[in-house]
């Protein structure tokens, strides 16, 4: 299992950020939003999804995530230089937390949830899920806590009631004035 930290501190590809973390406390949504900015980066990341080939970070794109407060799972928003969703990444995990820097983390359980602007949802990693549990380095009750977690979000997500994809939008808008970071990607 590996954990992963929201200001991707150790992410050779950025050579200039900006990084933000703010708790929240509202209707529908306890937990940390981070906000990290790329100004500039050594090469674009793309990535490709049945056939489709995207650009995921780039000069002026801006990743925002959601730690829900006890959640099994953690949710990225993608948005490219523009202002424009690129993808909802949701890593399904065991567990959250801080550092003493007060920067959030996760302990991820290799399943993945992509969501495209266009609605499609793809399910991914469930070969590295099962691999892991076959090599011992997760147990049985991971395993079993990450597909139920996964399958309850792909329920809320086919019946339209997963708040995540409106509440990035919103969010995205309310932090970048808190933060007095530009919207245009600057």
Known sequence: MKRKFSDRA?????L??????I?????????????????DLRDPLWKEYNGRRMCLADKGYLWMQHFPRG??????????????VVQWYIDICKTQGLTDQQVPWFDDLYLD????????TLLLDEDELEEALDD??????DSAMAQKTASRLLSLIKQKKFPYFDMSLRHR????????WETNGS
């Open 113 to 120: 949830i992509v969501v495209l602007p266009t609605g499609e």
């Open 136 to 141: 011992g380095h997760i147990t049985p009750r």
């Open 173 to 180: 808008t309310e932090l970048l004035e808190h933060f007095g």
């Open 16 to 21: 200039k950020k900006s990084y933000a973390c």
């Open 23 to 39: 708790p929240m406390d509202e209707p529908g949504f306890r937990g940390f939003v981070t906000m990290y900015r790329i100004h």
């Open 10 to 14: 150790n992410w050779r590809r950025i």
């Open 71 to 84: 959640e099994h799972f953690v949710v990225t928003t993608m948005f490219d230089d523009k202002g424009q």
